[in-house]
């Protein structure tokens, strides 16, 4: 008989969230706050977390990221960290 593993079931957590950006030059300071969406997301993480985080953009494109994602509303969970690129741009972006 199959058992159930948590360590599998840990690496999906569908969530939603809203948030809001505030930039200045090249530096954005974004906050959100969401809610999981599976019961074994809201069960493992409690129902809500805050996503704090602060974006650099190197240039029109290139941006590097730094954030927080927190459980059971306030509790450091994960440490996320990258460089992205933006594929689309608005007409506005482009100056």
């Keep these: 008989m199959m058992g159930f593993s948590w360590v599998k079931q840990e690496r999906f957590f569908p ?3 809203a948030g ?3 930039m200045f030059w090249q530096l954005a300071i974004r906050l959100q706050i969401g809610a999981h969406l599976s019961s074994m997301g809201r ?3 409690g129902n809500t977390f805050i996503r704090p ?3 650099y953009n190197i240039n029109n494109r290139l941006f590097a990221q730094l954030g927080l994602k ?13 460089l992205g690129y933006q594929v689309f ?5 482009r100056n």
């Design 15 to 17: 969530a939603m969230h």
């Design 20 to 22: 809001y950006e505030f």
């Design 43 to 45: 069960a493992l993480k």
């Design 53 to 55: 985080s602060v974006r």
């Design 70 to 82: 927190t459980m059971q509303g306030g509790t450091a969970d994960w440490v996320e960290w990258g």
């Design 89 to 93: 741009q608005s007409r506005r972006d």
